[in-house]
């Protein structure tokens, strides 16, 4: 391994509190490809080398695995762990009344944690599939967004908070619509937001919104997600890698396409969290982003690049009567609300 990188280079991202986090973190979600312990071991060497930042979850199966990993580091004094910044989420299973508390007291204990920095609604509904599950299965339980049972999860995060168990809540695969629904209604309003960002998705529209509302954006599959799986790709996909404008600004600086995504993430001002378990990726993943920056004139042309190209639907997550996946986005008009 290279040697690790000066913290002092890594720019850093301010949330609302005035506290700043690494411009980029990783991701641990395996895709269905990797397993635990693969995940985990990245985790370690990607702390030994300079990241600050992880993106976990309980439903990627891995926190344990992690967790051992952070003892590890610990341990070994690679680092303190007031110096990492950890976010877990809860998933959709376990949105009911006192569920939220227990998942997070599971992903405390799988990490080897007294509390996580930061904790997201990983959905904004409780519609519950099985990991690695088939692009068409869907569950007869699920249903669409409800503004009632939003709040009541989010309260119960809100309490995380107030018992001292995570520093921040954030909400993920959020729309303009819900947000406007449910920033009114928070006692404790999300440090960020995750979601989909990349080159041929860039969401402008939400990323200014949150960005106006002191909620920092948090982007997964900053490079396209590559490894997604299957379930989650389809025929009119765009490759990030293969945009003129970022295959041009990959010629210029003489690197990997992958790597002017990443650039192009941390330039514009959202942290991307991209996953590799691959020791030379990773490492590039976060030196990419202290050196050789895009200039305005590149940065402006991939901004052009965007083709609405959302890669992870969620069409999983389906309720009967549904017209396609759009109706999870508020693409067919305003939010149903039961």
Known sequence: MENKIDQNVIPKRTLYSGEEIPCVGLGTFGSDKYGAEAVSEAVYGAVKYGYRLIDCAAVYQNEESIGRVLQRLFSEKVVERKELFITSKVWNDMHGEGK???S????LADLGLSSLDLYFVHWPFPNYH???C????????SRPFSLEEFMNTWRQCEELVDKGLVRYIGMSNMTIPKLKAVLPLCRIKPAALEMELHPSFQQPELFAYAKEQGILPIGYCPIGSPSRPERDRTAEDVADTELPAVAAAAAAHQVH???ICLKWAAQRGQVPIPFSVKEPQYISNLKCVTEDPLTKEEMAAIAREDK????IKGQVFLWEGAKGWE???DLNGEITAL
């Open 100 to 102: 939220v508390l227990e």
């Open 134 to 141: 088939d692009g068409d299965s869907r569950n007869p339980d």
């Open 308 to 311: 609405n190209c959302r890669l």
């Open 257 to 259: 396409p992958a790597v």
């Open 104 to 107: 997070c007291r599971k992903s």
């Open 130 to 132: 099985a990991p690695g």
């Open 327 to 329: 109706d999870l986005w």
